[in-house]
């Protein structure tokens, strides 16, 4: 950990492979055949490991020391935060998954601005540097890259890259949201320190604070697989059907920090509800800024009064916020060729949006 502290916000990348024979038919187990040697050496290299493990018909899902891993047959999901070097698993991963007869269609890679930027190791602490990693780190097959910092009118910023064997067109891809909140209500954030010398295993308290601060509530339907770090900490991921849901929390006082991220299925109901679903989380926290970004390709939903997919999301995701006491300070959109489109937006508690956003 930092010397300054736990840093929360998380670095995500996603990968999308592919059959490397052309006609080779459905991924029936893909990725989920990976040996696990292969993922300890992926982890090993990020400097993560395993803490708990839980899978369904569709996908398997591990809760790490910092934060968690998805993996479906053709998509990883590899999400880390403190001062883990996420980007060193791509080529791992990428030579793993080309032993099982899979290559590269898409690379993404997303992350906010840390609290603690000084602590990143090499590519982390600077944006230009990740980007360069990544180009090289990815098959030339994928031409079509771009990357941005999406800004906010504060000192928020969303650093977003994709790489892709095609520009677009291909099947609608799941819509996925990413919430970073911060500033957490202290009264809440608390339920995510244990109580000295509770003997339970990690797994019954972390399920205790997944009833107790309402985070089971945010979808009922989901098989939830809760983990409670000592003395503070809590991580979780839901599994419902193809969807997941995942919520990460560092409490301590001074930097406290909860994500929540989802994506369901590539279709707009689906969205609707991922979308209302974001409500729930953020109630569990309170905090005083927050940040949501929606990457999605195809027919997202489309609310009247709008007049295009971006103005519809910022709108779904101001619905959803603003009954909390939550002003939106900044919308952004850009397209990503092959990824669709992320959109960005920052929110603060209308008591400190001045406090927050114009320093
Ligand atoms: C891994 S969890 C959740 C991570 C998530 N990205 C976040 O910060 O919200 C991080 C919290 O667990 C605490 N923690 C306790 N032991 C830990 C460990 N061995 N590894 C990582 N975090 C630990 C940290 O101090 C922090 O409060």
Known sequence: MASSGFEGFEKRLELVFTHAVVGGGGLQHGLRLLPVEALREALDAVQCAVVSAAGN???????????SLFLYPSRVILKTCGTTRLLRAVPVLLRAAGELGLCLRSCRYSRGSYLFPEAQPFPHADFADEVRYLDGAVPGELRFRRSAVMPSRGSH??????????????????????????????????QFYQRPGDARTS????????????????NPRSLVCAYAFAPCGYSMNGLDGARYATVHVTPEDGHSYASYECAGDADSDSDAGALASIRRAVAAFRPAVVSVSVCYTGAVLLLPNTTDAASSVWAAVARALEPLGLACQSEAADDLPGAGTVTYQTFTAAACSDRHENP
């Open 203 to 218: 797994h019954a308290i972390g399920d205790e604070m997944t009833a107790a601060s309402g985070i089971g509530g945010v």
């Open 157 to 190: 910023r969303w650093h977003v890259y994709s790489a892709s064997t095609s520009d677009g067109g291909d099947a609608p891809q799941p819509t996925v949201i990413e919430v970073c909140m911060t500033e957490l209500d202290r009264t809440l954030a608390a």
């Open 57 to 67: 018909a569709v996908f398997d899902a591990y809760v790490l020391s910092e934060s």
